[in-house]
Nanobody, 125 residues
Framework: QVQLVESGGGLVQAGDSLRLSCVAS????????MGWFRQAPGKEREFVAV????????YYADSVKGRVTISRDNAKNTVLLQIVSLKPEDTAVYYC??????????????????WGQGTQVTVSS
C-alpha cells in the first residue's frame, strides 16, 4: 500500500511558476512509476506527466510539453512537478499517482494503482 500526499498548489497569476510535490509513504516508492494528472471543473481527469522508477525516462502531455518538468528523489520518496509560464487553462486539481509497473510511462489513468487527494492550482489572468 502506498499513500500519496500532494502539496504546493495555490492561487497564482498567469506567467508565474509553481512546483508541486508529492510525498509517498512506504518503502517501495523507488519501484513505482509516478505520474501527475489534473482535473479541471467539468472536465475529465487528464494526464500531465510521468516518470519511470529510476527517473531515466519521462513523458509529457502535448498540452504542457516545454512548460512542465517532472522529477523524483527516491531517497526522499518525493516526486516533483515544476510548471512554468502558467496559463489560466492550467487551473485544475493536480493529482499524483503511483504505477506498480515501475518501467511504465503510461498516460492512462487506469494503469495507476494509487492516487493522492490532489492539490488545487488556480491561475488568474
Amino acid at each position: 500500500q502506498v499513500q500519496l500526499v500532494e502539496s504546493g498548489g495555490g492561487l497564482v497569476q498567469a506567467g508565474d511558476s509553481l512546483r508541486l510535490s508529492c510525498v509517498a509513504s512506504g518503502r517501495t516508492f523507488s519501484t513505482y512509476a509516478m505520474g501527475w494528472f489534473r482535473q479541471a471543473p467539468g472536465k475529465e481527469r487528464e494526464f500531465v506527466a510521468v516518470i519511470n522508477w529510476s527517473g531515466t525516462n519521462t513523458y509529457y502531455a502535448d498540452s504542457v510539453k516545454g512548460r512542465v518538468t517532472i522529477s523524483r528523489d527516491n531517497a526522499k520518496n518525493t516526486v516533483l512537478l515544476q510548471i512554468v509560464s502558467l496559463k489560466p487553462e492550467d487551473t485544475a486539481v493536480y493529482y499524483c499517482a503511483a504505477n506498480q509497473r515501475g518501467g511504465s510511462i503510461s498516460y492512462r489513468a487506469s494503469q495507476y494503482d494509487y492516487w493522492g487527494q490532489g492539490t488545487q492550482v488556480t491561475v488568474s489572468s
